[in-house]
């Protein structure tokens, strides 16, 4: 049989379990509706009926806190979303690519609550900086196959090309959908970034 005392440690590492839990999905909540520069650790706590103390037992900052949500949801879900267009890539179908373009903007639509906090946290938070740079630089170790296909001296190249990808994804989608500034469908845009980036992501001919 169980003894008491492992018995009521379990239960306290399943509450403490469970109360950082709330704490990150609580936070995603107040991100994605005020933005991250205003919100406090205060605001959060009060949020999920904790103390301060409590928060602190479990992140250092609300910083600490965005970087969970990163690593436990949305750099998760990126990384999977690259090694799906390392699989489009192989089969070097337009169609595929296309067909995977138009599910990345499906992405950002999903995620897109959460762009202003992720971008109010790279300009203010130096470490967030470090962090979000590092992600996008890792996207390519989600594409080996396509790593492969390069010759070894031109793969930091091919790296590049991946991260300008990322880098224009972003930036289109937040001057469409967020600010408003570009005026075109979904398709439509689907469209024109596989004109540009199907034939980009070509891999070089066999030296």
Known sequence: ?????????????????????RIVETARTLFETQGYSDVRVDDIAAAVGCSRATFYLHFTSKGEVLRAIANEGTLTSVHEFYADLDR?????SREAFAEWMTRAIDWFFTNKDMLPAWDE???????????????????????????????EHRRDEARLRIELLVAQLERFFTRWAMQGTIEVTAAQAAAVLTDVWFPALQTPPAE
Not at 88 to 92: P, R
């Open 1 to 21: 049989m169980t003894s008491e005392p492992a018995r009521r440690g379990s239960l306290r590492e399943e509450q403490k379990r469970l109360t950082k839990a």
């Open 121 to 151: 946290a790279t300009a203010v938070e130096p470490e967030f900086r470090a962090v979000a740079r590092e992600g996008i630089m890792t996207l390519a170790d989600s594409m080996p196959a396509y790593l492969a296909r390069w010759p």
């Open 88 to 92: 489009v890539l192989t089969t070097g």
